[in-house]
């Protein structure tokens, strides 16, 4: 798949900090070899992170942007840890960043997304099949990272914007509500025909189940 803007390697982090030592975990269990469009998962997982801070996204949601595939996701089948080592996670990104992170591995999304934005919604858990209501923060967090890595990939892979675009767009609505005032406006820009998003960043150009590759 041919990116549709430049691809960027993994962006420099100070040593030490949560992001470095997720990255290096992230390294370890192989996102850097994983192919995905644009590069490589971890090359990836690092834009998504870098999308949700151009948005003010707090750290912890970085964080999650960062490492959000790591228990694999409904769109994203190979999982980088299994479930029974999630405080492998848990040390590397802090508490609330995993859970927001299993959160979102968790998601049934036939059943979430037509649903999400709805007062009262239940969120279906495809790990153990089982609903709750979850609180609006939640609910927050998970529309606003789907939105970024959403958006990364239609950014970069011509060919899931041309077959997703359309789709994605209307998730985007559906989802807009809990989205903050920056992901509505990246999202908002997201039209029918193949014409580029913009990049995390501010670089120039314009800007499933969705059809995620995770």
Same mark, same amino acid.
């Given at each position: 798949?041919? #990116?549709?803007?430049?691809?960027?390697?993994?962006?420099?982090?100070?040593?030490?900090?949560?992001?470095? !030592?997720?990255?290096?975990?992230?390294?370890? /269990?192989?996102?850097?070899?994983?192919?995905?469009?644009?590069?490589?998962? /971890?090359?990836?997982?690092? %834009?998504? %992170?870098?999308?949700?801070?151009?948005?003010?996204?707090? #750290?912890? @949601?970085?964080?999650?942007?960062?490492?959000?595939?790591?228990?694999?996701?409904?769109?994203?089948?190979?999982?980088?840890?299994? *479930?029974?080592?999630?405080?492998?996670? %848990?040390?590397?990104?802090?508490?609330?960043?995993?859970?927001?992170?299993?959160?979102?591995?968790?998601?049934?999304?036939?059943?979430?997304?037509?649903?999400?934005?709805?007062?009262?919604?239940? &969120?279906?858990?495809?790990?153990?099949?089982?609903?709750?209501?979850?609180?609006? !923060?939640?609910?927050?967090?998970?529309?606003? @990272?789907?939105?970024?890595?959403? @958006?990364?990939?239609?950014?970069?892979?011509?060919? &899931?914007? +041309?077959?997703?675009? +359309? !789709?994605?767009?209307?998730?985007?609505?559906? &989802?807009?509500? *809990?989205?903050? =005032?920056?992901?509505?406006?990246?999202?908002?820009?997201?039209?029918?025909?193949?014409?580029?998003?913009? =990049?995390?960043?501010?670089?120039?150009?314009?800007?499933?189940?969705?059809?995620?590759?995770?």
């Amino acid at each position: 798949m041919e #990116p549709t803007t430049p691809v960027e390697p993994v962006a420099p982090v100070h040593p030490g900090t949560r992001v470095d !030592q997720a990255t290096r975990l992230l390294r370890d /269990l192989g996102a850097d070899a994983l192919a995905h469009p644009g590069g490589t998962l /971890l090359a990836h997982l690092d %834009r998504v %992170r870098r999308r949700l801070a151009d948005w003010g996204a707090r #750290p912890a @949601l970085q964080l999650a942007g960062l490492c959000h595939a790591s228990y694999g996701t409904d769109g994203f089948a190979p999982a980088l840890l299994p *479930l029974g080592e999630r405080d492998r996670l %848990r040390a590397a990104i802090g508490p609330e960043a995993e859970a927001l992170v299993h959160f979102y591995a968790s998601c049934d999304r036939r059943a979430v997304y037509p649903v999400l934005a709805l007062p009262n919604s239940p &969120f279906t858990d495809r790990f153990t099949g089982l609903s709750r209501l979850p609180a609006l !923060q939640e609910k927050r967090d998970f529309a606003e @990272l789907t939105a970024a890595n959403e @958006l990364d990939i239609i950014c970069v892979d011509a060919a &899931f914007r +041309a077959r997703h675009g +359309a !789709q994605l767009r209307a998730l985007f609505t559906r &989802f807009a509500p *809990l989205l903050s =005032p920056a992901a509505r406006a990246d999202c908002a820009t997201v039209p029918a025909a193949d014409v580029h998003p913009r =990049p995390p960043g501010g670089a120039t150009g314009l800007p499933a189940h969705g059809g995620e590759a995770e």
